[in-house]
């Protein structure tokens, strides 16, 4: 089998991994009302079993650092995917709390390594292609995102059971995620036969996290917006704006879509303009829709703001975990795992970060906290360029080779 077939191969295995993965996640947070009616959680002991998925995921990303340097990413993945649609369905068919408990944490524990190993395998597979594919492989997890969304909608409206509504998704992503897994594409497959004096990753170096840590901000403020909009959206919708129960579910799903739509065009758009000027470009559009939301003096200009923030944040998370790969060609696995915990850390603080500013002042005010927040990548836009560009090396000489630094990590390879 040739190089470029086993990449092809390669990235259309990765991207059913994203899209399983984007089914499953909207099926457990669309279905969280009825998981707490189920098990008779509390409204005070919910966000007790919530934090702790991505607490535990974090642990797990940590954890998965580690691992790869024994084992591959595409390993990782490929048990790590299974047991988060197993653990998905434990959710559904337990009895009692503690069960839900047990379910929900080793859904936690799988995907936090299953997030890490498929960006790490993203990272080292856009790289092998030369040329930005990042935003594709994110664009999977959001069509896979909206047709979970849809397929828990009919299990509520056809008043099924959590179990009932899980069993058909699990029972077909668990095998084709199984023979999906038999064509991912380490890095063994290529890069390294690519450079064949490359050493096995040891960590960042000295200093390292330092220059990821800008990354590591972005990454947490962009999850601050997509919680606010996920945990949000309908409530604003709803309690400031005044619209009906049924229309206040419509920014979220019209969020989704613009995700999509801008996720499956924007690997076009770093080829052609760059990774720096799509991310600042993202920026200030989904600040923009921040300050939409936040003035709006009707239903239909809040959700004009919601749009505006699917197009701008949807580029903002798949081209941090590209950057962090570019910075570090010879460890990005490594960089991908410590990038990876900044996403549950902004998933923990947006939702109650908007909340606690909208009691203690205003729900309108509160969505100028992520609006400010967003706009700080554009301090650390720079870390989105090419390699030698932020180092202070002449790029001007380099311009023509943009799909190569996009792709390569602007190496010089």
Aim: charge should be positive; proline fraction near 4%.
């Amino acid at each position: 089998m040739t190089d470029d077939v086993r990449l092809r191969r390669g990235r259309g295995a990765l991207g059913f991994s994203f899209f399983a993965q984007g089914v499953t996640f909207a099926l457990l947070v669309t279905r969280i009302p009825a998981i707490q009616d189920r098990y008779g959680i509390s409204d005070g002991l919910l966000p007790v079993f919530l934090a702790a998925v991505p607490v535990l995921a974090g642990v797990a990303s940590v954890g998965t650092e580690h691992l790869v340097k024994r084992v591959a990413p595409g390993v990782v993945l490929r048990w790590a995917q299974p047991l988060v649609l197993l653990s998905l369905l434990g959710v559904g068919g337990g009895e009692r709390l503690w069960h839900v408990a047990v379910a929900l944490g080793a859904f936690g524990l799988s995907v936090g390594a299953l997030d890490a190993s498929m960006n790490m395998l993203g990272v080292s597979l856009q790289r092998a292609y030369g040329r930005s594919i990042m935003l594709g492989f994110h664009a999977a997890y959001s069509l896979g995102g909206i047709l979970g969304a849809s397929a828990a909608w009919y299990g509520a409206h056809a008043h099924l059971g959590l179990f009932v509504s899980y069993l058909p998704a699990v029972a077909v992503l668990v095998p084709l995620v199984l023979l999906g897994s038999r064509y991912y594409a380490d890095r063994t497959d290529r890069t390294e036969r690519m450079d064949p004096k490359r050493l096995p990753e040891k960590g960042l170096g000295p200093g390292g996290f330092s220059l990821l840590l800008p990354l590591c901000l972005v990454m947490a403020c962009a999850y601050i917006g997509d919680s606010t909009v996920a945990n949000w959206s309908a409530k604003y919708l709803q309690d400031v704006l005044g619209s009906s129960e049924q229309t206040a579910t419509v920014p979220y799903n019209v969020y989704m879509v613009t995700t999509l739509v801008g996720r499956a065009v924007g690997d076009l758009g770093v080829r052609r303009f760059g990774a720096v000027a799509v991310v600042r470009c993202g920026t200030l559009l989904a600040a923009a829709g921040f300050a939409v939301v936040a003035a709006a003096p009707g239903v239909w200009a809040g959700m004009l703001g919601f749009t505006l923030l699917g197009i701008g944040l949807c580029v903002i998370v798949p081209q941090t975990f590209a950057a962090a790969g570019r910075l570090f060609p010879g460890s990005s696995d490594t960089a991908v795992a410590r990038l990876n915990i900044f996403n549950y850390v902004g998933f923990l603080i947006g939702s109650p970060l908007v909340g606690a500013v909208g009691d203690a002042w205003s729900y309108r005010g509160a969505m100028l906290v992520p609006m400010v927040l967003v706009l700080i990548t554009l301090f650390h836009v720079r870390s989105f360029g090419p390699r030698e560009a932020r180092y202070g090396v002449d790029h001007e000489r380099r311009a023509g080779d943009r799909a190569v630094d996009v792709g390569r990590g602007g190496n010089g390879v």
